[in-house]
């Protein structure tokens, strides 16, 4: 088992939460959201990369906007093995938690 580093965790939570509204900016903004952390851009962008090679996302360029210069934004999905390495990692962390001693 290649379990998720932290980073990953959050990021492809924060993607299923955002659905068809998650591209960098919105990553991030909603991370900041939930946890009160501003994450730098590479902070977003470095696990995405790392997630999109794995295979548990998939990028996809969604409609250019003159508001972006005619750029495109690109929009990030989780995939099937995506979402069973969440399940992974949240069994493992079940497991090490149980037995701890209240504190």
Partial sequence: MNLLSRYEEII???I???GDEAYGVSIREKIFQDSGNLWSFASIYTPLEKLKRKGFVVKKAGSPSNERGGKSKYFYTVTEEGKQALLEIRTAQDKFWKGVPDF
Avoid: A, E, G, V
């Fill in 12 to 14: 492809l939570l924060t």
């Fill in 16 to 18: 299923l939460k955002l």
